[in-house]
């Protein structure tokens, strides 16, 4: 497909591209010219949502993802086009125009013929219908003439969403209204009545919105505080059951007491320890004599050593157990004054030989003793006294586990406490602030707007043309047949020895086709001219040319009338035999008075229809009978070859290619076989089998004729099949 023949076909529709326009035109005009003037009113609201001015102290906006603020945008012109918020507009347009003498557009042929009483009831309706925010309903019979009376006034929310427009400005703050209507009061009343109770309904869905949250969220708070409070409810109650004060203290306290025993304990055994070695090592250096002597001598005093040392010992663990309290130390610090004194009383005896020189020894001896006996009875205070503490460290690890699981369910109930109470906090600040939709431009009533029409009808054409065009190139898009030569070579792959156009008048007087002057008539014969110097160089020496085609009336007849006309130009002498026994057209145009039936079965010869003239004719009576049936092989080619000897060329009609039976008899007497294709058509499989036909017939078909042809220019060239 090429530009050129699309504008060629655009060229040969020029009247369907002109005359189409003109009638969408007159259409739309006919259509506009009643329609009636508009007037335009613009509000615009504020939302807050990109605003800094007017951001509270506490929100969180400012830092909202910009898709965010798109989706509350959207959600905002969303709910704007709701049905509620267009039937409360619908309530409030019908009662200004029940309640007023004059209404905000022309009223309706129906409104018209209300009654008083008709009117009372619908506005009474319509008042509650607004009071309550409620939707006629279509089971109501009442609510359905209602209904028809909206849409009579165009009040109804369907008319109204249609030309209200709601946009969001750029990337701004602020949602634009336009509403475009016949009346400027109406629209600038639709306008402002929509914007008001949108924020009236807006406000009311987020109030109650926020009071749900909020008396939800403190529901959910009086319970988690419940919760915590019976977790410290149970805490205190076991503290008190098991007089547990501080568990924490008191395991510190009784930690730091058993350290401190078990460092005693360990201090106390070196003492002992010690003791023994220096005593051992005193006794040692006694001999048995010595200590017989200061044992009897020490008998009293010892008994009075070892009651003090008794005393002693019981002051001791009482001072132990006492956690070291002072009174006990003062009472042990008192008997341990005793003792030393008894001790030294001991000391002013003779107990010791005078000429014994051991009195050192014995009293080092006699202290020690004391010694080791207080710390012996120490020990056995502090393991006693250990073996409590571990005793009651003991018993506070159960109370341990049982407290720590009460704090670490108090801990949890106070974090979800504090949680809930900080959403409620946050809750109840928002419920308290205002609404951040506002009414920044009330509507005015606008201007005439420019009228439409003209518009409209330069559209209308415009839109039309367009659309012809495009129908038209799908047409050309879609169409496969062969409209030029060189379709035609390259689709069958066969040589066209040329093409001949469309004619718009009959062709039977050639001699004045070959005379005229005109343009046509020159084409016409250069064109004919081209294709008896391709069929001349084609024929080579031979005379019998066949003529047929694929299917009938491609203009067959009109060539082979044209061609022999054409070679008698020449001077050529011309045989022309119409072998068309289906229809034999030539016998019908020249009314020959010999035919080809009679010239094969030897009823005629031939000189009874040879000539001077530079074209004779053989006609045929035609029927449903085929060449062969006539006469034998052999006594056609004896015919043919008597012919040729009297005739520079042979030019035979035969039948198309559809009959080919009776076609291709004709092919076996013929020596070359010129085909005619008419153009704008579509190779069917049928066709093409036929064209495969042709090809095997190698050098014997010369090539096609494209006939009929509307948008071809003249070319005195051969046009080659596509190699």
Same mark, same amino acid.
């Given at each position: 497909?090429?530009?050129?023949?699309?504008?060629?076909?655009?060229?040969?529709?020029?009247?369907?591209?002109?005359?189409?326009?003109?009638?969408?035109?007159?259409?739309?005009?006919?259509?506009?010219?009643?329609?009636?003037?508009?007037?335009?009113?613009?509000?615009?609201?504020?939302?807050?949502?990109?605003?800094?001015?007017?951001?509270?102290?506490?929100?969180?906006?400012?830092?909202?993802?910009?898709?965010?603020?798109?989706?509350?945008?959207?959600?905002?012109?969303?709910?704007?086009?709701?049905?509620?918020?267009?039937?409360?507009?619908?309530?409030?347009?019908?009662?200004?125009?029940?309640?007023?003498?004059?209404?905000?557009?022309?009223?309706?042929?129906?409104?018209?013929?209300?009654?008083?009483?008709?009117?009372?009831?619908?506005?009474?309706?319509?008042?509650?219908?607004?009071?309550?925010?409620?939707?006629?309903?279509?089971?109501?019979?009442?609510?359905?003439?209602?209904?028809?009376?909206?849409?009579?006034?165009?009040?109804?929310? *369907?008319?109204?969403?249609?030309?209200?427009?709601?946009?969001?400005?750029?990337?701004?703050?602020?949602?634009?209204?336009?509403?475009?209507?016949?009346?400027?009061?109406?629209?600038?009343?639709?306008?402002?009545?929509?914007?008001?109770?949108?924020?009236?309904?807006?406000?009311?869905?987020?109030?109650?919105?926020?009071?749900?949250?909020?008396?939800?969220?403190?529901?959910?708070?009086?319970?988690?505080?419940?919760?915590?409070?019976?977790?410290?409810?149970?805490?205190?109650?076991?503290?008190?059951?098991?007089?547990?004060?501080?568990?924490?203290?008191?395991?510190?306290?009784?930690?730091?007491?058993?350290?401190?025993?078990?460092?005693?304990?360990?201090?106390?055994?070196?003492?002992?320890?010690?003791?023994?070695?220096?005593?051992?090592?005193?006794?040692?250096?006694?001999?048995?004599?010595?200590?017989?002597?200061?044992?009897?001598?020490?008998?009293?005093?010892?008994?009075?050593?070892?009651?003090?040392?008794?005393?002693?010992?019981?002051?001791?663990?009482?001072?132990?157990?006492?956690?070291?309290?002072?009174?006990?130390?003062?009472?042990?610090?008192?008997?341990?004054?005793?003792?030393?004194?008894?001790?030294?009383?001991?000391?002013?005896?003779?107990?010791?030989?005078?000429?014994?020189?051991?009195?050192?020894?014995?009293?080092?001896?006699?202290?020690?003793?004391?010694?080791?006996?207080?710390?012996?009875?120490?020990?056995?205070?502090?393991?006693?006294?250990?073996?409590?503490?571990?005793?009651?460290?003991?018993?506070?690890?159960?109370?341990?586990?049982?407290?720590?699981?009460?704090?670490?369910?108090?801990?949890?109930?106070?974090?979800?406490?504090?949680?809930?109470?900080?959403?409620?906090?946050?809750?109840?600040?928002?419920?308290?602030?205002?609404?951040?939709?506002?009414?920044?431009?009330?509507?005015?009533?606008?201007?005439?707007?420019?009228?439409?029409?003209?518009?409209?009808?330069?559209?209308?054409?415009?839109?039309?043309?367009?659309?012809?065009?495009?129908?038209?190139?799908?047409?050309?898009?879609?169409?496969?047949?062969?409209?030029?030569?060189?379709?035609?070579?390259?689709?069958?792959?066969?040589?066209?020895?040329?093409?001949?156009?469309?004619?718009?008048?009959?062709?039977?007087?050639?001699?004045?086709?070959?005379?005229?002057?005109?343009?046509?008539?020159?084409?016409?014969?250069?064109?004919?001219?081209?294709?008896?110097?391709?069929?001349?160089?084609?024929?080579?020496?031979?005379?019998?040319?066949?003529?047929?085609?694929?299917?009938?009336?491609?203009?067959?007849?009109?060539?082979?009338?044209?061609?022999?006309?054409?070679?008698?130009?020449?001077?050529?002498?011309?045989?022309?035999?119409?072998?068309?026994?289906?229809?034999?057209?030539?016998?019908?145009?020249?009314?020959?008075?010999?035919?080809?039936?009679?010239?094969?079965?030897?009823?005629?010869?031939?000189?009874?229809?040879?000539?001077?003239?530079?074209?004779?004719?053989?006609?045929?009576?035609?029927?449903?009978?085929?060449?062969? *049936?006539?006469?034998?092989?052999?006594?056609?080619?004896?015919?043919?070859?008597?012919?040729?000897?009297?005739?520079?060329?042979?030019?035979?009609?035969?039948?198309?290619?559809?009959?080919?039976?009776?076609?291709?008899?004709?092919?076996?007497?013929?020596?070359?076989?010129?085909?005619?294709?008419?153009?704008?058509?579509?190779?069917?499989?049928?066709?093409?089998?036929?064209?495969?036909?042709?090809?095997?017939?190698?050098?014997?078909?010369?090539?096609?004729?494209?006939?009929?042809?509307?948008?071809?220019?003249?070319?005195?060239?051969?046009?080659?099949?596509?190699?």
């Amino acid at each position: 497909m090429e530009l050129s023949n699309f504008i060629k076909l655009l060229k040969r529709q020029k009247y369907t591209l002109i005359f189409v326009p003109l009638l969408a035109i007159a259409i739309t005009y006919f259509l506009v010219r009643k329609m009636p003037d508009s007037y335009t009113s613009k509000a615009r609201i504020g939302t807050g949502l990109v605003d800094q001015s007017q951001q509270s102290v506490l929100g969180n906006q400012a830092d909202a993802q910009e898709s965010k603020i798109n989706q509350q945008f959207a959600n905002l012109i969303q709910m704007m086009q709701l049905k509620k918020v267009y039937d409360q507009v619908s309530y409030q347009l019908i009662l200004h125009d029940l309640t007023n003498d004059t209404s905000l557009r022309k009223p309706s042929k129906l409104f018209k013929e209300l009654p008083e009483n008709a009117k009372k009831h619908a506005k009474e309706i319509f008042t509650e219908l607004y009071r309550t925010r409620s939707s006629l309903q279509p089971t109501i019979d009442d609510h359905v003439g209602l209904k028809k009376v909206l849409i009579s006034m165009g009040y109804d929310d *369907e008319t109204l969403r249609k030309k209200m427009v709601v946009y969001r400005v750029n990337n701004s703050d602020y949602i634009d209204i336009e509403f475009e209507s016949d009346s400027p009061l109406f629209s600038a009343f639709a306008i402002n009545t929509l914007c008001k109770e949108f924020i009236n309904y807006y406000t009311d869905v987020v109030k109650l919105s926020q009071l749900r949250a909020v008396n939800f969220l403190d529901s959910i708070l009086q319970q988690k505080k419940a919760i915590m409070d019976r977790q410290m409810s149970l805490l205190k109650n076991y503290k008190i059951d098991n007089r547990v004060l501080n568990l924490n203290e008191q395991a510190k306290s009784l930690y730091g007491q058993l350290a401190d025993f078990e460092t005693r304990k360990e201090i106390t055994e070196k003492d002992i320890l010690a003791y023994k070695g220096a005593l051992k090592n005193i006794d040692a250096k006694f001999n048995p004599q010595d200590r017989q002597f200061i044992e009897s001598a020490m008998v009293k005093v010892n008994q009075e050593i070892i009651i003090v040392k008794e005393q002693v010992k019981l002051a001791n663990d009482e001072y132990i157990q006492s956690n070291y309290d002072s009174k006990y130390k003062q009472k042990l610090d008192s008997l341990r004054t005793i003792l030393v004194t008894k001790i030294n009383e001991s000391t002013d005896k003779y107990i010791v030989n005078p000429l014994a020189a051991k009195q050192n020894l014995v009293l080092q001896k006699i202290g020690l003793e004391v010694n080791l006996d207080i710390a012996t009875y120490s020990v056995q205070s502090l393991e006693s006294e250990l073996i409590k503490l571990n005793k009651k460290f003991d018993e506070l690890v159960p109370h341990e586990a049982v407290i720590q699981a009460y704090e670490t369910s108090i801990d949890f109930a106070s974090k979800e406490y504090i949680e809930i109470l900080k959403k409620y906090n946050e809750t109840s600040l928002e419920s308290s602030q205002t609404i951040q939709l506002r009414l920044v431009e009330i509507a005015m009533p606008g201007g005439l707007q420019p009228s439409k029409k003209s518009l409209l009808i330069i559209l209308s054409g415009v839109i039309s043309l367009i659309l012809c065009m495009v129908v038209l190139f799908v047409l050309f898009y879609l169409d496969d047949s062969v409209k030029v030569a060189k379709e035609l070579a390259n689709k069958t792959e066969i040589t066209v020895l040329g093409f001949l156009p469309m004619i718009k008048k009959t062709l039977l007087n050639l001699q004045e086709i070959w005379n005229e002057d005109l343009t046509a008539s020159i084409e016409y014969r250069n064109l004919l001219r081209d294709i008896r110097f391709e069929i001349e160089t084609g024929m080579q020496a031979s005379k019998v040319l066949l003529i047929n085609s694929i299917n009938p009336k491609e203009g067959k007849t009109i060539l082979v009338l044209s061609l022999a006309y054409a070679y008698s130009r020449v001077n050529k002498k011309v045989l022309l035999i119409d072998g068309n026994f289906v229809d034999p057209k030539i016998t019908e145009i020249v009314q020959p008075v010999c035919f080809l039936e009679d010239y094969l079965e030897n009823k005629i010869t031939c000189s009874e229809f040879l000539t001077k003239e530079p074209i004779d004719v053989l006609g045929s009576r035609g029927g449903d009978v085929s060449l062969l *049936e006539i006469a034998n092989e052999n006594n056609i080619q004896q015919k043919l070859s008597e012919l040729k000897s009297h005739y520079d060329i042979i030019i035979i009609e035969a039948s198309a290619l559809n009959y080919l039976n009776k076609s291709k008899e004709w092919i076996l007497f013929s020596d070359k076989i010129l085909s005619v294709f008419q153009a704008n058509q579509t190779i069917t499989l049928v066709k093409q089998q036929h064209i495969n036909y042709l090809k095997s017939l190698d050098n014997k078909f010369i090539g096609w004729v494209l006939n009929k042809v509307t948008n071809e220019k003249v070319k005195f060239k051969k046009t080659k099949k596509k190699k």
